[in-house]
T-cell receptor
Framework: GQQLNQSPQSMFIQEGEDVSMNCTSSSIFNTWLWYKQDPGEGPVLLIA?????ELTSNGRLTAQFGITRKDSFLNISASIPSDVGIYFC??????????????FGKGTHLIIQP | DAGVIQSPRHEVTEMGQEVTLRCKPI?????LFWYRQTMMRGLELLIY????????DSGMPEDRFSAKMPNASFSTLKIQPSEPRDSAVYFCASSLLDGITDTQYFGPGTRLTVL
């Protein structure tokens, strides 16, 4: 099946720093999604990208859909303590839409040191 | 809106026992998904339903796993007999396929421990 390579696996940063993470694949996708998972909770959708080259923001979060359609990036500016969690990239299944289940990257653990 | 509801939140059982996980999707949603999360394998899709019909169960690891959706507001994932390697967090998610948005909303998960 399709595989997403997400990096870094974990990040230890100081509050206020900017964060950058990415996902790559050998396959082309029409949709890239970014989720965040807080401890003890299910993943929550942060940003959805539907067009190659698209740059979308959600508050301090900015995500980009790579022009090759094989990668995506998520940036967090001026990190705050509540940004702590696991961030996942995800892509839909064969149909490319919500009718299919999602394939997730392995996640990036974000840890913020006071 | 109550969101996706899963029960129980935690389940501890002994190897060989039957385990049933329950999910109530968001009212009005027409797709339901079961995922499993482990440290080693991350988040994996097990099975999903569209309009209560199972569409793809290729992610179900073994015949010991089965899922049903008898109506639009309820689904179960059953493991029989359970094994220690089934220990994981199991998530249910639902979405509305309306051609406008297809966001999947996840429940809080059921943490299963098989001793």
């Amino acid at each position: 099946g399709q595989q997403l390579n997400q990096s870094p696996q974990s990040m230890f940063i100081q509050e206020g720093e900017d964060v950058s993470m990415n996902c790559t694949s050998s396959s082309i996708f029409n949709t890239w999604l970014w989720y965040k998972q807080d401890p003890g909770e299910g993943p929550v959708l942060l940003i959805a990208l539907y067009k190659a080259g698209e740059l979308t923001s959600n508050g301090r979060l900015t995500a980009q859909f790579g022009i090759t359609r094989k990668d995506s990036f998520l940036n967090i500016s001026a990190s705050i303590p509540s940004d702590v969690g696991i961030y996942f990239c995800a892509v839909p299944g064969a149909s490319g839409g919500g009718a299919d289940g999602l394939t997730f990257g392995k996640g990036t653990h974000l840890i913020i040191q006071p | 809106d109550a969101g996706v509801i899963q029960s129980p939140r935690h389940e501890v059982t002994e190897m060989g026992q039957e385990v049933t996980l329950r999910c109530k999707p968001i009212s009005g949603h027409n797709s339901l998904f079961w995922y499993r999360q482990t440290m080693m394998r991350g988040l994996e899709l097990l099975i999903y339903f569209n309009n209560n019909v199972p569409i793809d169960d290729s992610g179900m690891p073994e015949d010991r796993f089965s899922a049903k959706m008898p109506n639009a507001s309820f689904s179960t994932l059953k493991i029989q007999p359970s094994e220690p390697r089934d220990s994981a967090v199991y998530f249910c998610a639902s979405s509305l396929l309306d051609g406008i948005t297809d966001t999947q909303y996840f429940g809080p998960g059921t943490r299963l421990t098989v001793l």
